[in-house]
């Protein structure tokens, strides 16, 4: 029920891209996405809600697709900033008319100067 | 800054005890959630709260407990506590119910001897 994420870490020379994956194996119906740095909460970065739909912010952007049930995220022109640990997150539907939310495995990020 | 506080910070409690976390959500939020993190893991979903009722449930046992209360303040109760226990607990205040954007307190590590 988790979404998985890829890869689980992945290191880059600052300047440099990268994508996250996040791929379930329910149906989306929305995806969100966080940063935690060690010993952090963790800081919300986006939220996209829509099958297709694309947001961004500065050189963080993520995608949607509902229909093969995965988001990516993508880093450009990464900074130290950007080292940490990235979630996925999404909620699940019960049938008692509520939910309850998930995160995804994690990746941990390190960006080196 | 996300306008989340909660308290204590650090707590060292001893296995068969009980305990109570505290967490006061960003003005104008209606909506708690609480979640646990053990070491190297991503945040697990306890429950949440809309306007003072449980409003989803994830997949902890009714030793974890909660309260809302009217000025949206929270707690989250765990009795009996086990040595598994031993985590970061955060919570997350959100404008609305449902998977609303959630923004996260600096948590509480809780430590069980």
């Known amino acids: 029920q988790q979404p998985v994420q890829s890869p689980q870490a992945v290191i880059l020379r600052e300047g440099e891209d990268a994508v996250i994956n996040c791929s379930s194996s329910?149906?989306?119906?929305?995806v969100h996405w966080y940063r935690q740095k060690h010993g952090e909460a963790p800081v919300f970065l986006m939220i996209?809600?829509?099958?297709?739909e694309q947001k961004g912010h500065e050189k963080i952007s993520a995608s949607f697709n509902e229909k093969k049930q995965q988001s990516s995220l993508y880093l450009t022109a990464s900074q130290l900033s950007y080292s940490g640990t990235y979630f996925c997150?999404?909620?699940?539907?019960?049938?008692?008319?509520?939910?309850?939310?998930?995160f995804g495995t994690g990746t941990r990020l390190k960006v080196l100067a | 800054e996300t306008g989340v506080t909660q308290s204590p910070t650090h707590l060292i409690k001893t296995r068969g005890q009980q305990v109570t976390l505290r967490c006061s959500s960003q003005?104008?939020?209606?909506?708690v959630s609480w979640y646990q993190q053990a070491l190297g893991q991503g945040p697990q979903f306890i429950f949440q709260?809309?306007?003072?009722?449980?409003?989803g449930r994830g997949n902890f046992p009714p030793r974890f407990s909660g309260l809302q209360f009217p000025n949206y303040s929270s707690e989250l109760n765990v009795n009996a506590l086990e040595l598994d226990d031993s985590a970061l607990y955060l919570c997350?205040?959100?404008?609305?119910?449902?998977?609303?954007?959630?923004?996260f307190g600096p948590g509480t590590r809780l430590t069980v001897l």
């Open positions: 997150g999404t909620e699940s539907l019960l049938t008692s008319g509520t939910y309850k939310y998930i």
């Open positions: 329910k149906a989306l119906y929305s």
């Open positions: 003005s104008g939020h209606n909506t």
């Open positions: 997350a205040s959100s404008l609305v119910g449902g998977a609303d954007t959630q923004y």
């Open positions: 996209l809600l829509k099958g297709g």
């Open positions: 709260y809309y306007r003072e009722e449980e409003n």
